[in-house]
Structures are given as C-alpha cells and as structure tokens.
C-alpha cells in the first residue's frame, strides 16, 4: 500500500519555511547511567563521550561551539537557518540553572530557529520541565529520549536502567507543554527478533512526535564492543535492515517525523558493522527498497 513519510527536511521547511542545519553541541557533562545516580558503566552501547561523537567541545564557550560547528558543517552563509542540537549526555542532568543558561545563549543567536536537547526520560522531573517550558516560550525545543527497545530483557541487557513506564510518563509531561517530542529507537539489538524490533516502533510511533530509527553500532571502548568480540551476538545484514525500515515506516502514521533512518556515530570508532560506514551506498540501497515497497517521502 502506498505510504508517504514524513522526512525532517520536509517537517523543518514547513515549519521553518526553509531548509534547516544542525549544529552539534556539548553541555551536559555526565548522565546517571554513568555517575552512580542510577547505574554505572552507562549503556552498553554508548561511547565514552556519551552518544555525543560529533559535538563540539565542552571545554569552549557556547558561542565558540557554535561557530567551529557552523565551520564542520562548511555551511558559513547569510541567511542559514540552524538548530542547536546538544547530542551529549543527558542535557536535563546535573546543574540545570548552567544548563539553563547555555540553550538561552543558544537560542538568543538570531539564525538559530531552535534547540534540540538529549536526555532520559528518567531525568524530566519538575523542575527540568519548568526550565523546559521557559526555554519553549522563547523558541520551538526539541526533546530526544533515548528508549531503544520496550522490551525489558534487552533493557536490563543494554543496562538503561529505567522502566518503560518512566518513557509514558515523560512522553505525557512532554506533551503538556506543547514541546516536539523525539523517540530514539536501535533496530539490531542483541537478542531481539525482527517482530520484538517492530513492536518497539509501534509502541513509540503512538506516542512520540518524531523518531530516530538507528542501525545497532558496535563502536570501540564499549561493552557491546567486548561482547560483540566475543561471538556473544550477530549483527544485521543490509539487506535485513533495509526490510526492518520499510516494515517500520510503514506502520509510523504520516504525521510523525522522521528523523534518522540509518545509524550515526564516528566512522574512526566503529567496529561493525561495516557495511554501514558507506552511508551513500547505504541510502542508496534502502531508497530502492521502499520504492519497491511504494514508500515515499512526502513533498514539502
Ligand atoms: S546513551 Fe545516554 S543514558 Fe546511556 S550511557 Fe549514553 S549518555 Fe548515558
């Protein structure tokens, strides 16, 4: 049946009226999967500088981080719109009064259009909501909660320490302030079948506002790594992927946005797998795939 999706670039040109760029940033310094709030070691998955691979530096200011990110992405022209995105760590944890005055300053630049902030849903408690709220009066914010899996036995496996039921909480309390809300999802987790896969998307699609589906990546100094080095588990195979995908975009309804449709990561720190490092090939494959399942993405 033919399906149209909703592509980010196709979301921010409507909602922005033109074409818009991320900008990666640091604020957050930790999460409390890895500081002892709630666990540590973090994720199995997670690189050491918490998911946030191609951040700018914490060490610079606000201001410096943007511009080197601006440079990255060779996009240095009048009339770019951009949104600051801070990919790293939980970006409601720890100092939130510091936080909090790092997305202002973010936000004050005139050509950013909007934030968007990682976090747990664990780590939404009033206050972050408040500041949440606040930093939504001035801009449209984005929130991205990494759930990766409902199901419980590769939650515990992964070590994400919170229940899924602190993702319906945070996914509602999101809801209340009229924020856009941003569900990560990892397709190819050890242990988990094609349909356990597609349960997760299901779930999430009735929930969340955009979701990111990511291709699992084994990137080194993890424990997935130590794991995957030992057999313990397979990857999958582009051609099972790009099936999951179609299978996935197909049950998301057409208003929620997609954000992501492969993996992401530092191409120098990934193990495996492989095949993945070719993103062009990769886009390439998948696009003929929901073709020939009558999947489109919609015009603007
Ligand atoms: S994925 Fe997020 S919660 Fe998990 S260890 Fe990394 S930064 Fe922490």
Not at 32 to 48: H, L, Y
Not at 61 to 71: G, H, L, N
Not at 118 to 129: F, I, K, S, V
Not at 235 to 248: G, Q, R, T, V, W
Request: glycine share 8%.
């Amino acid at each position: 049946m033919l399906h149209h999706y909703l592509s980010v670039n196709t979301y921010c040109r409507r909602v922005f009226g033109c074409k818009v760029y991320k900008l990666a940033l640091s604020a957050a310094a930790s999460c409390p999967n890895r500081d002892g709030t709630v666990g540590v070691g973090g994720c199995t998955f997670c690189s050491a500088g918490g998911s946030g691979d191609f951040a700018a530096p914490a060490q610079l200011s606000i201001e410096e981080q943007i511009m080197q990110a601006k440079k990255i992405l060779g996009k240095k022209g009048e009339g770019l719109k951009y949104i600051a995105y801070f990919q790293s760590y939980t970006g409601t944890h720890g100092n939130l009064k510091e936080l909090e005055s790092i997305y202002n300053r973010a936000i004050e630049q005139p050509d950013v259009v909007g934030i968007s902030v990682a976090t747990r849903p664990d780590c939404l408690g009033e206050e972050a909501l408040d500041m949440i709220k606040r930093l939504a009066e001035k801009k449209p914010v984005w929130i991205e909660l990494g759930l990766q899996t409902i199901h419980e036995k590769t939650a515990q496996l992964i070590n994400r320490c919170y229940p899924l039921n602190a993702y319906e909480k945070a996914m509602e309390d999101l809801k209340s302030i009229g924020v856009h809300r941003i569900t990560h999802v990892i397709l190819g987790l050890p242990g988990e079948s094609r349909a356990e896969m597609l349960e997760t998307v299901r779930f999430a699609a009735e929930k969340t506002d955009g979701i990111k589906l990511q291709l699992l990546h084994v990137i080194s100094g993890t424990k997935l790594a130590e794991s995957y080095e030992k057999g313990e588990f397979d990857l999958l195979k582009p051609n099972d992927y790009y099936e999951i995908i179609a299978d996935a975009l197909s049950l998301i309804p057409e208003d929620v946005v997609i954000h992501r449709l492969t993996g992401d990561g530092a191409k120098r720190d990934l193990i495996a797998p492989l095949w993945s490092a070719d993103k062009k090939r990769v886009l390439a494959d998948l696009n003929r795939e929901l073709r020939k399942r009558d999947i489109y993405p919609q015009k603007t």
